[in-house]
T-cell receptor, first 114, second 111 residues
Framework: NAGVTQTPKFQVLKTGQSMTLQCAQD?????MSWYRQDPGMGLRLIHY???????DQGEVPNGYNVSRSTTEDFPLRLLSAAPSQTSVYFCASSRTGGNNYGYTFGSGTRLTVV | LAKTTQPISMDSYEGQEVNITCSHN???????ITWYQQFPSQGPRFIIQ???TKVTNEVASLFIPADRKSSTLSLPRVSLSDTAVYYC????????????FGSGTRLSIRP
């Protein structure tokens, strides 16, 4: 049981490049979400999904796109990378949304935009 | 989602009891209170959850007064390994809604 798998673990992009951060879970969780965490800061919600085919914006959605074609996968796309998007990105999943104790986080993707 | 307010940071020493208070004045009747812990370079992990009065597990205790407008996470006899960021979350237990972690409280334990 792998839990939540994020790839890649590290990435360096040039300004203006695009890329996709991958997130996959094998727990049949309906709820998935993406957070970013800047140095010394808390987690900020980018986008979330309550099931396949359903996505919605979080606190800081600008510059990012998501889609949820399957229950297992929730990729995060950076359309045109900017230095302000340098951060650690965490993907999380849970059986449902809301304030429950079942959130499983991936190990994170450390992204640097130069 | 109920707005929560926590101290930005706290310091303590090994062996001490640490109490972190979270304010949530607009908590709703159906809302639960949950605390998560995050170590550097890792995602958050669940510590404890409660609805009212007191909850205790092998890691921590959670104290919730009758009006539920605040809650206190208590860590007994902390060690250096308890250095982490602690997040207080308030909201309905199960719903098709997003969950906001906020800034959390950065706890530093010294020898």
């Amino acid at each position: 049981n792998a839990g939540v798998t994020q790839t890649p673990k590290f990435q360096v992009l040039k300004t203006g490049q695009s890329m996709t951060l991958q997130c996959a879970q094998d727990m049949n969780h309906e709820y998935m979400s993406w957070y970013r965490q800047d140095p010394g800061m808390g987690l900020r919600l980018i986008h979330y999904s309550v099931g396949a085919g359903i996505t919605d914006q979080g606190e800081v959605p600008n510059g990012y796109n998501v889609s949820r074609s399957t229950t297992e996968d929730f990729p995060l796309r950076l359309l045109s990378a900017a230095p302000s998007q340098t951060s650690v990105y965490f993907c999380a999943s849970s059986r449902t949304g809301g304030n429950n104790y079942g959130y499983t986080f991936g190990s994170g993707t450390r992204l640097t935009v130069v | 989602l109920a707005k929560t307010t926590q101290p930005i940071s706290m310091d303590s020493y090994e062996g001490q009891e640490v109490n972190i208070t979270c304010s949530h004045n607009n908590i709703a009747t159906n809302d639960y209170i949950t605390w998560y812990q995050q170590f550097p370079s890792q995602g958050p992990r669940f510590i404890i959850q409660g609805y009212k009065t007191k909850v205790t597990n092998e890691v921590a205790s959670l104290f919730i007064p009758a009006d539920r407008k605040s809650s206190t996470l208590s860590l007994p006899r902390v060690s250096l390994s308890d250095t982490a960021v602690y997040y207080c979350l308030v909201g309905r237990y199960s719903s098709a809604s997003k969950i906001i972690f906020g800034s959390g409280t950065r706890l530093s334990i010294r020898p």
